[in-house]
């Protein structure tokens, strides 16, 4: 299976659960982890981790479409952070999620590339995924006497 082609219509639970054999994240090559997958992640369920975007102050955890539409009027009238490159619509790049043991994911990098996409009406991200709950393998390497 392609990473682009069937997994891009699974949910991020599916994707996940069925994935094969765990892609590789960006730390692999530091961490020689498992803990990393790659999906196509539903928009809608996309929660925050931190509570500032850029300095404009965020709820934390809540739904990333909530806080775009509490935050509606601030991206129309330009005074939300980026607000111009959010309302541009543009295929976005991969984003980074971690999901916690309850299965929620949190974005904790591409924050405004979440919210370009659910202004512009993108019901779909590509970004890799650090499962918090899963065990951690790490290579030992042996340094010396």
């Known amino acids: 299976m392609d990473l682009m082609g069937s997994w891009r219509t699974a949910s991020a639970a599916e994707a996940t659960s069925h994935w094969l054999e765990h892609t590789k994240g960006p730390l692999d090559s530091l961490y020689y982890t498992e803990r990393w997958c790659?999906?196509?992640?539903?928009?809608?369920?996309?929660?925050?981790?931190?509570?500032?975007?850029?300095?404009?102050?965020?709820?934390?955890?809540?739904?990333?479409?909530?806080?775009?539409?509490?935050?509606?009027?601030f991206v129309l009238d330009g005074s939300f952070p980026e607000a111009d490159d959010i309302k541009r619509a543009f295929q976005p790049a991969a984003i980074i999620t971690l999901r916690d043991r309850s299965?929620?994911?949190?974005?904790?990098?591409?924050?405004?590339?979440?919210?370009?996409?659910?202004?512009?009406?993108?019901?779909?991200?590509?970004?890799?995924?650090?499962?918090?709950?899963?065990?951690?393998?790490?290579?030992k390497h042996n340094k010396g006497p």
């Open 38 to 73: 790659w999906s196509g992640l539903v928009v809608q369920e996309l929660r925050a981790a931190h509570a500032e975007f850029r300095g404009w102050p965020l709820t934390k955890h809540a739904l990333l479409a909530d806080l775009l539409k509490e935050n509606q009027q």
């Open 103 to 139: 299965g929620e994911l949190y974005v904790t990098d591409g924050l405004e590339r979440t919210f370009m996409s659910l202004w512009n009406g993108i019901d779909r991200i590509d970004g890799y995924i650090f499962d918090e709950g899963s065990e951690r393998f790490v290579a």
